[in-house]
């Protein structure tokens, strides 16, 4: 399964990434996957995941929502592909929302937590404790002014 990102110029970035989604998959039952030939974490913003069966390609918005938001949509449309409920990217019913939220929730236990401790790493980057470091001039410095 091929699995890729569009490139992000500025703005947010993406909730999920290539590895997140990876680890998604090998954590989740096979018959909730087995359908799927492609992936793609595109790049308009909101938290909405769409299965196109025509096509067998995933893909997910994953832009201006939280970790745990993508995670939830993303698994939530996992689930929904192995019960074959078809919903294109209309909401679903408040019904099939509860259906799908019991199914999840055990996977939601598992993953956020790492899923969310990977990314907390990356957005945060202190310069706490950082020295600049001099170094002696170079012979040829001064001809280069």
Not at 100 to 109: D, Q, Y
Not at 111 to 129: A, F, I, N, T, Y
Request: glycine share 4%; hydrophobic share 35%; charged share 30%.
């Amino acid at each position: 399964m091929k699995v890729h990102t569009d490139k992000i110029e500025k703005g947010p970035p993406h909730a999920l990434s290539i590895r997140d989604v990876r680890l998604i998959f090998k954590t989740v039952p096979p018959d909730w996957t087995k359908e799927i030939k492609e992936v793609r974490i595109a790049n308009p913003l909101g938290g909405r995941t769409f299965f196109s069966r025509f096509d067998g390609c995933l893909t997910i918005y994953s832009r201006k929502v939280t970790t745990e938001e993508a995670l939830r949509t993303l698994l939530s449309e996992l689930a929904a592909i192995s019960l074959r409920l078809d919903r294109g990217l209309r909401r679903r019913p408040k019904a099939e929302q509860d259906r799908l939220s019991k199914m999840i929730a055990p996977l939601m236990l598992t993953l956020s937590p790492r899923v969310r401790s990977k990314s907390d790493k990356q957005k945060h980057v202190s310069l706490e404790g950082f020295h600049e470091l001099h170094f002696a001039p170079f012979p040829n410095d001064s001809e280069r002014k």
